[in-house]
């Protein structure tokens, strides 16, 4: 299972970091993925972190947003700059592969 906090509302060009913390062992031997839900949107990738520690991004938020893990290896955070109204969103992480998404934390960016 996973857990994801840290949204809240932020004006345009700030700063959020969500963490996502897992409860399983698994979790930190596993790549995470964080997704999106924008407002009458189907749920979207925004970025992932592999085992290996290298992260990739979906182009509409790449050199914007970073995705780490911390040293135990519980907690992924995605950390978001220079946020735009256009990343508005529920956002969820993943251990790919178990299926299973959190409750999502919402992040609302005004203008």
């Known amino acids: 299972q996973v857990a994801e906090s840290g949204g809240g509302l932020v004006q345009a060009g700030g700063s959020l970091r969500l963490s996502c913390r897992g409860s399983?062992?698994?979790?930190?031997?596993?790549?995470i993925g964080w997704f999106r839900r924008r407002p009458g949107k189907q749920r979207e990738w925004v970025g992932t972190l592999s085992t290996g520690g290298t992260s990739v991004y979906n182009q509409a938020v790449k050199g914007r947003f970073s995705i780490s893990r911390d040293d135990g290896g519980a907690t992924v955070f995605l950390q978001m700059d220079n946020l735009r109204p256009e990343d508005t969103a529920t956002y969820y992480c993943?251990?790919?592969?178990?299926?299973?998404w959190g409750q999502g934390t919402q992040v609302t960016v005004s203008s």
């Open positions: 399983a062992g698994a979790f930190r031997e596993s790549a």
């Open positions: 993943q251990r790919l592969g178990s299926g299973y």
